[in-house]
């Protein structure tokens, strides 16, 4: 719902995510791209090299991600998609947005190794990459499996108190924008959904909001 109220207000840039397993995620990102505005879509990996992998979650296979594209998006949509096999932790902004052709991302989601160390780093680089109004995804944070997923976004958020705020929450993903145009995503949530919980104050940090996070866990949309 989000990307496509960004796509549809005729937002530009690119689509990335790191750490993509079988290409769920990264698909269903994918359908949003359109020519001459939303291109491309980058999956950043380390596949084989799992040494980067520091504690083993799920291991992704290039091969099969790339077959999942093809037996999934349009045909049309294929050559706008690219699939990088690399460490995010030995990767900088200059090189994500090099394979962007310098676009930056309007959404970037996060879901590679889930330690603080990676998680910090993971959402470090994907805000050195973003449109100015632009959206973090952060995959796993309320997965009891994973406490250093949750560590490494606290860090984040104090690191960045002063820019950036989350903005929702639900379906075990969290939401992160530019203080300046979380509200408008916190409307458009409001305006597209009948059973949301609005959370006051939980951000109390962004005057902009009020500090309001909206849970998606129960979204319905509008008729």
């Known amino acids: 719902m989000l990307l496509s109220t960004m796509v549809n207000g005729g937002m530009e840039g690119s689509l990335v995510e790191i750490g993509v397993f079988r290409g769920k995620s990264f698909i269903h990102m994918s359908r949003h791209l359109k ?33 999942n594209v093809r037996q999934h998006l349009p045909t049309e949509l294929h050559e706008q998609v690219k699939i990088v096999e690399a460490s995010s932790l030995d990767s900088t902004s200059h090189q994500v947005l090099n394979y962007t052709g310098n676009r930056p991302a309007i959404m970037f989601s996060v879901d590679a190794c889930h330690t603080f160390h990676c998680t910090l780093n993971d959402l470090n680089l994907a805000k050195s990459a973003l449109h100015p109004d632009g959206i973090i995804m952060l995959d796993d944070v309320f997965n009891q499996g994973w406490p250093g997923v949750m560590l490494g976004l606290g860090q984040f958020l104090t690191n960045a108190r002063d820019t950036m705020a989350p903005f929702a929450f639900g379906l075990n993903k969290y939401f992160i924008a530019n203080m300046g145009v979380s509200k408008t995503y916190i409307n458009a949530l409001k305006d597209a959904c009948t059973s949301c919980r609005i959370h006051k104050k939980a951000a109390s940090w962004n005057p902009s909001t009020f500090g309001d996070m909206i849970n998606v866990e129960t979204m319905v949309a509008r008729d």
């Open 35 to 67: 020519a001459g505005q939303v291109y491309p879509s980058v999956a950043i990996d380390a596949f084989s090299m799992q040494e980067s992998n520091l504690d083993g979650a799920g291991v992704g296979v290039k091969e099969i991600v790339m077959q």
